[in-house]
């Protein structure tokens, strides 16, 4: 890739490069991944740089930690047009396009006060199935309740 972001942030040794992110949405594709920043391991994040594809996209590289595809697949949610790159010894060794998981268990939290997964005493892991695509729209499997993206950016803290 020639754009300017290779001025603000360098290659990788060896790791994981999410690139074509739609600008704006890199924190959310972290907290996905259950990144937080303090486990100690390399994470580098431009965003709002400029994209061919895109006109301006946010990038994420992460070094020293594994992510399976399932894992990775789950940043479609917020960003379906990113590319996953795997990188080992500077070389890009694979790529592939994230796709929608139909079903996502035990990340977010029902936005329903009185969901199942919501009671304190027997406490039931969320499960949510994916509804539509564009708007986003996932149904909650216990209670119905339908979120959207503005309920999935609430629920993983980012507003
Ligand atoms: N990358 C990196 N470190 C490496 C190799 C690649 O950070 N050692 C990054 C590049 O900067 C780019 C992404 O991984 O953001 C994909 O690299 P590459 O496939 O070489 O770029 P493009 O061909 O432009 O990818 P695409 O066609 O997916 O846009
Ligand atoms: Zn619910």
Redesign the pocket.
């Known amino acids: 890739?020639s754009g300017k972001?290779?001025l603000i942030?360098s290659?990788?040794?060896n790791g994981v490069?999410i690139?074509?992110i739609p600008a704006g949405r890199a924190l959310l594709v972290l907290r996905l991944l259950g990144i937080s920043g303090r486990e100690g391991f390399r994470v580098a994040l431009v965003m709002n740089v400029e994209s061919r594809?895109l006109g301006t996209k946010d990038?994420v590289?992460i070094e020293g930690r594994e992510l399976t595809k399932d894992e990775l697949n789950l940043i479609a949610l917020v960003a379906p047009t990113a590319?996953v790159?795997m990188?080992r010894d500077?070389?890009?060794t694979s790529?592939f396009k994230v796709t929608m998981p139909n079903v996502v268990e035990g990340l977010l939290k029902c936005k329903n006060p009185k969901c199942i997964t919501n009671q304190q005493r027997e406490p039931v892991k969320s499960r949510f199935r994916l509804v539509s695509r564009e708007p986003l729209k996932l149904v909650c499997d216990y209670c119905g309740t339908i979120h959207e993206l503005s309920d999935i950016e609430r629920s993983l803290g980012l507003v």
């Open positions: 890739m972001s290779e942030i290659k990788i040794r490069v690139d074509h594809k990038i590289k590319t790159n990188v500077y070389e890009v790529k």
